[in-house]
């Protein structure tokens, strides 16, 4: 057993004794109930259940959870699909998933979600050429699976959000 005290969605867990072998993915569904984060292929070779990881300074990037033990997120901040909408808005890039038909049967749609959110926030940190944000999506979604092949979708739902705000986004 290992302690294991961390933030999640900005909120406080722990400390609590968990199994060192417990993955991250099992905590979130059935220790917290948060079950919006999938189990996939269980293989991290999928992303449907990475979550965000939040650094100290600002910045982010996105986690498997499936074959990650729970203890090696101790004393970090994440982020998992439910704490993106806000009082019940949804976030631009919710909202987009939704206008463009993103998602399908949905079950890979929180990876999606999360590593649309950690681009979008870093190029409000770091904005992009106009010429560039084709590469710069295809590039930060590499590596989410979708089986039912909605790749397109939502490349145009995260493009949609960066085009409608140019001043956040675009050089
Ligand atoms: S379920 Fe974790 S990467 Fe596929
Ligand atoms: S929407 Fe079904 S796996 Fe992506």
Redesign the pocket.
Known sequence: MTNLALTINGRAYGPMDVRDELTMNDFLREFLGMTGTKFGCGAAQCL?CAVIVDRPDGSSYTNPTCIVPAVNFDGKSIRTVEGHASDGALTPLQTAFIEHFA???????AGFLNEGQVLLERLARQKVARADVEATIAEALDGH????T?YVKYHEAVRAVILADPGRYLI
Do not use: E
Not at 103 to 109: A, E, I, L, P, R
Not at 145 to 148: A, I, Q, S, T, Y
């Open positions: 449907s998602f399908q049967c949905g079950y890979c749609t699976l979708c089986r039912c909605g």
